[in-house]
């Protein structure tokens, strides 16, 4: 699971008027339980992880491509809670509305004594722990479901290897199964070259700028004609390799932009996450039950603790 795309939508999609005894919002770490309740009782899955964005900006993808997030950067002395909890003193931090924040750590709580694995790596974003977790799961034996908002999660999807991705932008409850037809269908391109059309066509939420004048209806006619970036700017490299004159000076101009472009858009997919499978095996129920209980009162969690316990059980 996209965490942090989930409990936004949560934060954004239920009304702030779900709070606790004392009045504070508690929309976000409820409707994040609802979303684990529905997902668990449709798929039953025998194993779950929330993967955490330990650093949701990177300091290598900022080095490689500064325009990177750079729109979604408040700047503050702030202390950035990590998978374990734990902090790490920064000069920036993701804008985040004020009654989001308290949420994190109740929601970290609340995961914990569920006994609901939450995986993040130091340096890195949630989706590049979801590439490692994906590909090493497909390659022994699992069929994975990725859960998330983000569409650049597609470049995972392969339906040899059993991944695809659960796809909320339009609702949890209307979530889409993403494989390689709809990939295909939605952006004439393949899921393993979703990457490099993102490079082309830029993605502005992400700061990633794109090939000025190359749009995705251009960026994916290149690519299904000479397969990956690279081979559409070899192409490029010489008059009579198929690309026209204007696309080759656009590609030309951008051409240190694409020499970095491609390590920012391309999720990780071998980092070193010190856990096993047993590590991320669903729990039948809460594994710390008093510790549940006395946060489903503090947060006053309701229906939303009893649907995940049903869901668990």
């Avoid at 491509?65 to 750079?70: D, I, R």
Wanted: proline share 5%; charged share 25%.
């Amino acid at each position: 699971m996209d965490t942090a795309s989930l409990y936004f939508r949560a934060f954004y999609g239920l009304p702030s008027s779900l709070t606790d005894a004392s009045g504070q919002p508690v929309n976000a770490v409820r409707g994040l339980l609802d979303f684990i309740a529905k997902f668990v009782t449709d798929y039953r899955p025998t194993h779950l992880v929330c993967c955490w964005d330990n650093d949701w900006r990177p300091r290598w993808r900022v080095e490689l491509l500064p325009s990177y997030k750079t729109h979604r950067v408040a700047e503050a002395t702030t202390t950035v809670v990590g998978a374990g909890g734990q902090g790490a003193e920064s000069g920036v931090a993701e804008e985040s509305p004020d009654e989001l924040t308290p949420q994190v750590p109740a929601i970290l709580d609340v995961l914990a004594a569920l006994g609901i694995a939450v995986v993040g790596r130091d340096g890195y974003e949630a989706d590049d722990v979801i590439g490692t977790l994906a590909t090493t799961a497909a390659r022994d034996g699992f069929a994975v479901d990725v859960v998330t908002g983000d569409r650049d999660l597609f470049q995972l999807v392969d339906d040899q290897q059993g991944i695809r991705v659960l796809y909320v932008a339009r609702g949890v409850a209307r979530h889409e199964r993403v494989d390689d037809a709809w990939v295909r269908a939605k952006y004439s391109v393949s899921p393993q070259a979703y990457a490099d059309l993102a490079v082309l066509r830029g993605d502005t939420s992400d700061g990633i700028p794109g090939v000025a004048g190359i749009g995705e209806k251009t960026a994916a006619q290149l690519l299904a004609r000479h397969g990956t970036l690279d081979q559409v700017l070899a192409a490029a490299s010489t008059p009579d390799g198929g690309v026209t004159a204007g696309v080759r000076a656009k590609l030309g101009a951008a051409i240190d932009y694409l020499a970095v472009a491609p390590d920012v858009v391309r999720v990780v997919r071998d980092l070193d996450l010190g856990v096993g499978w047993d590590d991320l095996r669903l729990p039948a129920g809460p594994v710390e039950p008093e510790r549940f209980a006395e946060l489903t009162e503090r947060w006053s969690l309701g229906g939303s603790a009893e649907r995940i316990t049903r869901a668990l059980g």
